[in-house]
């Protein structure tokens, strides 16, 4: 072995071996701490005259082939259940790929320590890692072997996908499958047993087998009976019970005929969705509970849209469509909706923290989205690729970005932050137009003008500032004497501001004015998130005592409450026709509901 891979990667430690390839324990010796990372290093099996000379040769094809394929692991990036790709290279005959070390234990040594799992942890299971295979599959990646062992558990209780198969194409190019041990094989769909062949449903299978051996408890052979032909692992439950709707799950995700199966992992994720909340296991943590809900609706919501892991931080609809929703959340990603069927067109995952906020500009097709790590990045959400990346230490915020707003013309976005700041930037160049000061505590919310010429910002210091967009300078300074300000809304029709309060109120002021026109009192807790219907005439207030508030705002009285999530409120937004309301949560989903006439 080198001593070093790519003059960068050191092997410390052999953890296994088997098949065309080794793994290894590796530091990075360019990282500040001596990095670990893991290293597989896989040895070609080329029965031919020139291997046979050569032990180091490779044919080009091969070398093609993998490049290609280690490219599209390293495009996805990080992801909170996904081992991180960091490099892949070839050196003296050899490829190898250098991935992420994460600290944990595979589900196989949790099902060993401490028993067979309950219905509520396969359920967690499911809720981790169908959005995540989701997110793989849009990306042209299939996993191609899920198992027990290839399933790891952060200290956090995060699961994380390790430990991909080869492709079928690279097999035949000179490599035969690896980590293919006679115990992961039982993990496989016929048509990778016998064809080679993997899809969507591959995986899906594999998960299911997954699923079964860990609500069992049992070996593998146990489970499947070859007289018949099928998997028969319900006799061997022993006092595990679970519900007639999780059944018929894991039964589809295991049939041998692809046609029969899921085709796709948000297919799973809608069925669990759909499940009636009295076959939900009791025990459930509130987050379970409510992915489990029927969308018909117990709070008289439309539809609800689960694909987080995570809290919903930001909804927002596109200006020019109504079907178009975006999302962000906890588990540093983005996902694109198409609202009125309730599936996903793209997930965006680019950022390395927690996303806090979501804006579309006027175009519909640009994104902005802000994040913990202090960036804001700028998304083309048709590709559902990123533009480019605003800020960052020395040329944005020092913290986090907790709010969006682009201009009426998009040519300009504000953000704030928890370093107290606001900065302007131009969207044409990407480039900080300025940077307004005057807060004295975190910034949570900016909102323009109808007209441009005004920002709105409220903050942790209790008071909310208009500010003069072309100078930067304040006009006005509002306080309501209700507490922090969580944000700030004006009306469309460019008569009000709204904010909303951590004393459960929501105040309106006169713009003309200055005055203060309304106390609106409803929300038991703290209010999160307001909204203006388009034609003014409705508010929309999201609170931690997990309601939604629809307000008349001619004469400042509730007119309807949504309750249907199990957790905060921590978003909302109108669809552009103003036919309905979108509201994130805590309880990872995202909810539709119908504006009355």
């Not at 680019?350 to 802000?370: I, K, N, P, Q, Y």
């Not at 300078?473 to 009306?491: E, W």
Request: glycine share 10%.
């Amino acid at each position: 072995m080198p001593l070093l891979i790519g003059e960068r990667y050191a092997i410390v430690q052999l953890l296994g071996e088997g098949g065309v390839s080794r793994t290894f324990l590796g530091v990075d010796e360019n990282s500040p701490n001596q990095q670990r990372c893991i290293i597989k290093q896989y040895i070609p099996a080329i029965p031919s005259p020139k291997a046979s000379l050569n032990p180091s040769y490779l044919p080009e094809t091969a070398k093609e082939i993998w490049g290609r394929d280690a490219q599209k692991r390293l495009d996805l990036g990080q992801h909170p259940h996904i081992n991180q790709l960091l490099a892949y290279l070839e050196q003296d005959g050899h490829l190898y790929l250098v991935q992420e070390h994460i600290d944990g234990n595979n589900l196989l040594e949790e099902l060993e320590w401490q028993g067979a799992f309950s219905e509520e942890k396969i359920i967690q299971l499911l809720q981790q890692l169908l959005p995540t295979l989701q997110f793989i599959h849009e990306q042209q990646v299939i996993h191609g072997d899920i198992s027990a062992e290839n399933i790891l558990r952060r200290p956090n209780g995060d699961l994380v996908l390790i430990d991909f198969g080869i492709s079928e194409e690279l097999a035949k190019a000179g490599l035969t499958r690896t980590g293919s041990t006679q115990l992961e094989h039982r993990y496989a769909a016929l048509e990778q047993i016998r064809g080679g062949k993997t899809y969507p449903a591959s995986d899906l299978y594999s998960l299911g087998v997954a699923c079964i051996k860990l609500l069992c408890g049992v070996k593998l052979e146990q489970l499947y009976n070859p007289d018949l032909g099928t998997w028969q692992w319900r006799q061997h439950l022993g006092s595990n019970s679970i519900s007639s709707g999780l059944g018929n799950i894991l039964d589809r995700l295991l049939k041998d005929s692809i046609k029969e199966r899921y085709q796709t992992a948000s297919q799973v994720l809608a069925e669990l969705s759909a499940l009636s909340p009295l076959s939900a296991p009791s025990g459930l943590p509130p987050a379970a509970i409510s992915s489990l809900a029927n969308t018909g609706g117990i709070g008289g919501e439309i539809r609800t849209l689960i694909g987080h892991f995570g809290w919903v931080w930001s909804v927002s609809f596109a200006p020019d469509n109504s079907s178009l929703l975006a999302s962000s959340s906890s588990d540093n990603g983005i996902i694109l909706w198409d609202s009125q069927s309730g599936t996903r067109r793209h997930t965006l995952i680019e950022h390395s923290d927690m996303v806090l906020c979501v804006a579309f500009a006027g175009d519909g097709r640009t994104l902005a989205s802000g994040s913990r790590d202090k960036n804001v990045i700028i998304w083309d959400t048709e590709s559902g690729q990123p533009r480019r990346t605003l800020g960052g230490w020395f040329s944005g915020h020092s913290e986090l970005v907790n709010s969006l707003a682009f201009s009426p013309d998009s040519r300009l976005l504000a953000s704030g932050s928890w370093d107290k700041n606001i900065i302007l930037w131009d969207t044409l160049t990407g480039k900080r137009q300025r940077t307004i000061k005057g807060h004295s505590d975190w910034v949570y919310s900016v909102a323009f003008s109808p007209d441009g010429q005004t920002l709105a910002s409220g903050s942790r210091d209790e008071k909310i500032i208009l500010w003069n967009v072309s100078t930067g300078k304040p006009r006005r300074t509002l306080n309501g004497h209700s507490g922090l300000v969580d944000t700030v809304a004006f009306s469309p029709d460019g008569r009000l501001l709204a904010g909303g309060f951590l004393n459960n109120n929501i105040i309106f002021w006169d713009l003309h004015s200055g005055e203060m026109v309304a106390d609106l009192k409803g929300h038991s807790e703290r209010v999160n998130a307001i909204a203006f219907s388009p034609d003014s005439k409705l508010l929309a207030s999201a609170s931690r005592d997990q309601t939604i508030v629809l307000w008349d705002v001619a004469t400042g009285n509730p007119i309807r409450t949504f309750k249907g999530h199990q957790e905060r409120v921590l978003s909302v937004c109108f669809s552009p026709d103003r036919q309905f309301v979108a509201s994130g949560s805590a309880d990872g989903t995202v909810k539709i509901w119908p504006v009355p006439l």
